[in-house]
């Protein structure tokens, strides 16, 4: 059997998500949660949809042919700076009416739609593989790079090893943060016995702590697994399962009386907030 091996994805399936992807305009990364981002493409502060189209067909590019970053500047660049889309300017706030000094395009800002969309896509795909052969390889190997830009937290769950369905990856399935370089192997029982090794009693020390966070745009706090940066603490893989969980269960009240269906809808709230 040959050895295990980082999930390195054929293009195939990390291009068909993202090409499954509606847009959406929006002012700040706050405004969109994650099940929002499973479904569409959005760049924060293009508010534009010909800009929205431009970098979008950079990023497809990027997944598809494997371009580097270097090519996915040099090609947008200048098309943004066309548009008027770069630097620091001057942006009304529709939350807030207010004007503010934002930045629009710039090498920073495009590494991180980069980065970002390629390992999201990649992981997204990701997860279909590890279903497929789950049962000949149920288990999955926390691998973190170890160097001094690893995070301590990610750098103390690196060799973590449990089941595919082991809640851990309900919130610790990378990436986990902007930049995360971390990935998982996938392992069978031959994989385990030929390298020497063990699976682990239980998810790393503290890994199961949170942090309230407050996100200034919606009002809202919510838990924030310490060590997660806000908005990468779920499996983009599974949220599939709760879109499509929500979807059948709105058909089955479409007939229902109001007062029943609302108790319902309550209940189903609820239930999905105790199981996250």
């Known amino acids: 059997m040959p050895k295990p091996e980082i999930l390195n994805l054929?293009?195939?399936e990390a291009v068909e998500h993202f090409r499954a992807k509606g847009y959406h305009v929006g002012y700040s990364w706050l405004d969109t949660d994650a099940l929002m981002h499973r479904y569409s493409f959005t760049v924060a502060k293009a508010m534009d949809l010909d800009i929205l189209q431009d970098i979008r067909g950079e990023?497809?590019?990027?997944?598809?042919?494997?371009i580097t970053f270097e090519e996915f500047y040099d090609n947008l660049e200048p098309r943004l700076k066309a548009r008027g889309w770069w630097g620091r300017q001057r942006m009304v706030d529709p939350l807030t009416g207010k004007v503010r000094t934002v930045e629009l395009g710039s090498p920073r800002r495009l590494r991180i739609i980069?980065?970002?969309n390629l390992?999201?896509?990649?992981s997204r795909g990701r997860w279909d593989r590890i279903?497929?052969?789950?049962?000949?390889r149920p288990y999955l190997r926390y691998v973190a790079v170890q160097d001094?830009?690893?995070?301590?937290?990610?750098?103390?769950?690196?060799?973590?090893?449990?089941r595919w369905d082991h809640p851990f990856w309900q919130t610790h399935y990378p990436p986990n943060g902007w930049r995360c370089r971390c990935t998982v192997e996938q392992l069978s029982e031959f994989d385990l016995e030929e390298d020497?090794?063990?699976v682990s009693d239980g998810p790393p020390a503290g890994s199961e702590t949170t942090?309230?966070?407050f996100n200034k745009r919606t009002g809202q706090t919510i838990q924030v697994p310490v060590g997660i940066d806000p908005g990468f603490g779920h499996n983009v893989g599974l949220l599939d399962l709760s879109a499509e969980a929500e979807r059948r269960f709105e058909e089955r009240l479409r007939n229902a009386p109001s007062d029943l269906a609302d108790a319902a809808r309550l209940a189903f709230a609820l239930g999905a907030q105790g199981e996250g």
């Open 148 to 162: 001094a830009r690893t995070r301590p937290e990610h750098m103390a769950w690196h060799g973590t090893i449990l």
């Open 59 to 66: 990023v497809d590019r990027s997944i598809a042919e494997g």
């Open 211 to 213: 942090r309230p966070w």
């Open 131 to 136: 279903q497929r052969v789950a049962q000949r």
């Open 10 to 12: 054929p293009p195939r």
């Open 119 to 122: 390992r999201m896509s990649y």
């Open 196 to 198: 020497g090794f063990r």
């Open 114 to 116: 980069f980065d970002t």
